[in-house]
């Protein structure tokens, strides 16, 4: 009797009786194949599920990236053939070809390669993956783009799928739809993007690079190459390539200019094709000081004696972007000692750091902030870090940490930092653990700086300088500046982001305005009257000082707030 794909798993210890049970759960209630199911779980490897149904079907496995197939194979099977049907030809025994293929039960496309090709066909399994890239690396998705793209430079090299793309081995034989892609990141990087966006348009496909927080439009590739672009990043992305109705996340990891990348992927339907978006995440430039991050000297001071008590909650907010991430990084940076135990709880983990215990949110296997949160309890952790607080659950967990003797790190999406005591209160928190809880909280921003090759002198009206609460008399000789452009910054008048923060450190009078759950203006007024320096009082500071403009300030802060 046949053995099923799940005994195989179990067999091949790839798979515990648990995880088939899940599975089969999973299976039921999806309406999708076990293998399907036990993949999208995270309970085996999609190569595992493929030489599992290998064995089920007494197909042979193709592991289309150990070996380089010959030409005169490739040349056997028209291209046009091979990617609409999805096949590559690996081998041939007399007059039978043998095609890789990932669907063991596609009896159709035998059939009609049979017809086709006018032989007799035979197929091996391989992953949907690896299929892919085979074809995207024989067969080319495009062509005659070269003129567009230079070969890489030759300390580059892009690691993805079948090994490695390097700049050494580029020539005129290489898929230009893979140098063009590699050329997108690799400018991006080149250019300081935190983010690059693939956007089809009805006319143009659309690329932008998100440079210091603002989005800046490149020169855009044919219209005619968006479908091999966007699935040259669904395959190094490994996303579903079939699925193109659906939300889809992926990472693709890189080595570029020597250093290591990582990029998360977005992919998102839209009316005239998928919407990619891929964030860079610098492992180098992503692990900062405190100091780099743009504090005030006195804050700088507030904020090392905070996160240097024993116990509490910490919390950073800002929206999305604002860099609350690389705070709370360069924070546990500071802290973590030999002797000092932390652990992470993050969807992602961004940055990797040597010494500290970190885990990975997994909403498919049911790994998510509260049960990692729980079990962190058991490990008798000294710092815990919560990737963010988004729900009643994950905040009653990590401020019942703080008040059992833990130093607790997370972030929260708030506009300002008073606002996030209400936030939580009105998450269903009770206001005295609110209270008690929470140590301090800071709001921040990124701004951009000047460019410091062409900056220019400017005298402001006194209309502007009282959108940002300022008089002329306040400049007191201060000289302000404005952005101009020159080719060190790419002509945009500015080069680098830092931080503005607003720490607002809870007291006697706070903790017993948010147990009488008082509005945020009453919160924010008390805490002003105590020294609190709000955000837009911060990016001030760094107007006066020559960093930034007028016109930054209002980009990030409102106009009217202190009038």
Known sequence: MKKSVGQILREKEWITDDGIRRALEYSNTNHCKIGEAVVKLGLATQEQVTRALAIHFQLPFANLAKHEIPQHLIDRVPKDVALEHKIVPVAQKGRTLIIAMSDPLDFFTMDNLRFILNMEVDRALATPESVDEALDHYYRLTGGYDDVLGAPASEEKVEFGRGEYSGEDADANDAPVIKLVHMLISNALKERASDIHIEPMEKELRVRYRIDGVCIIKEPPPKKLQGPIISRVKIMARMDMAEKRRPQDGRIKLKLHGREIDLRVSALPSVHGESVVMRILDKEKGLVDLPTLGFHEADLGRFRRIIKRPNGIFLVTGPTGSGKTTTLYAALKELNRPDVKIITAENPIEYNIAGINQSEVRHEIGLDFQRILRAMMRQAPNIILVGEIRDRETAD???????????????????????????????????????????????????????????????????????????????????????????????????????????????????????????????????????????????????????????????????????
């Open 397 to 563: 967990i990590a401020i019942q940490a703080a008040l059992t003797g833990h130093l607790v790190f997370s972030t929260l999406h708030t506009n300002d930092a008073p606002s996030a005591l209400t936030r939580l209160i009105d998450m269903g928190v009770k206001p005295f653990l609110v209270a008690s809880a929470v140590m301090a909280i800071m709001g921040q921003r990124l701004i951009r700086m000047l460019c410091p090759h062409c900056r220019e002198l400017y005298d402001p009206t006194e209309t502007e300088l009282r959108q940002v609460a300022l008089s002329i008399s306040d400049l007191d000789g201060q000289q302000i500046y404005r952005a101009k452009g020159c080719p060190e910054c790419d002509n945009q008048g500015y080069r680098g982001r830092k931080g503005i923060f607003e720490l607002m450190e809870m007291n006697s009078d706070i903790r017993e305005l948010t147990f009488q759950k008082k509005p945020t203006q009453d919160l924010r007024a008390k805490a002003r009257s105590t020294g609190m320096v709000t955000l837009q009082e911060d990016a001030v500071r760094k107007l006066l000082s020559g960093l930034t403009t007028l016109e930054e300030i209002l980009r990030n802060t409102h106009a009217a707030e202190f009038l």
